[in-house]
């Protein structure tokens, strides 16, 4: 089982349109990033949560550590936000990442 | 501006032949990860480093060999003895143990042909 589970796998969606991607996991954590994968591979940091909110332009992020869950909304959805979004946990013991397998956004014209 | 660095975006070698990526960072980190992604898999931990001149073992290590000479490069190379080379590498980095800021670079994609 992995230690971060993603949810959808897939998400498609109309311009406009408000976005929610989850993420869960089952380890102690430290932190919590959500990542921006475009279809070149390229990846984009995109948060780093610990606790709360935060909030960039178009894109907030949430956490909840006692129910060890996290969220990544977009607002008024673009074509442009395309891409694969990965949930990354730092253990709280230990070295290691841990990495969802990722959720691919296609946001429709 | 501080960041970590890896190039180059894309690459492509032959069967058969040993390739480094480079991975830079001027954040003034300790430590340092490499990871390989698979389509349809997450990433998966393949060597890090928390300090100058010590590396250890991820999860699939085998094919690979790092080296840490100096704190702001973590050099990663495929060996001929990976099976299966193709994939999309990313590296981070992090301040330390105690630490829980991290950054991440852009990845590179390797082709082997």
């Known amino acids: 089982k992995n230690e971060v589970e993603q949810s959808p796998q897939n998400l498609t969606a109309q311009e406009g349109e408000f976005i929610t991607i989850n993420c869960s996991y089952s380890?102690?954590?430290?932190?919590l990033h959500w990542l921006q994968q475009h279809p070149g591979g390229g990846i984009v940091s995109l948060f780093m949560?610990?606790?709360g909110k935060k909030k960039h332009g178009r894109l907030i992020a949430t956490i909840n550590i006692q129910e060890k869950h996290s969220s990544l909304h977009i607002t008024a959805s673009h074509p442009r936000d395309s891409a694969v979004y990965i949930c990354?946990?730092?253990?709280?013991?230990?070295?290691?990442?841990?990495f969802g397998t990722g959720t691919s956004l296609t946001v429709i014209p | 501006d501080g960041g970590i660095t890896q190039s180059p975006k894309y690459l492509f070698r032959k069967e058969g032949q040993n390739v480094t990526l480079s991975c830079e960072q001027n954040?003034?980190?300790?430590?340092m990860y490499w990871y390989r992604q698979d389509p349809g898999q997450g990433l998966r931990l393949i060597y890090y480093?928390?300090?100058?001149?010590?590396?250890q073992k991820g999860d699939i290590a085998e094919g690979y060999s790092v080296s840490r000479e100096k704190k702001e490069s973590f050099p990663l190379t495929v060996t001929s003895a990976q099976k299966n080379p193709t994939a999309f590498y990313l590296c981070?980095?992090?301040?330390?143990?105690?630490?829980?800021?991290?950054?991440f670079g852009q990845g590179t994609r390797l082709t082997v042909v």
């Open positions: 990354a946990v730092k253990g709280s013991t230990g070295n290691q990442f841990y």
């Open positions: 949560l610990s606790s």
């Open positions: 954040l003034n980190h300790d430590a």
């Open positions: 981070a980095s992090r301040i330390g143990m105690r630490n829980t800021e991290a950054f």
């Open positions: 480093s928390q300090i100058v001149n010590d590396f």
């Open positions: 380890v102690g954590i430290s932190a």
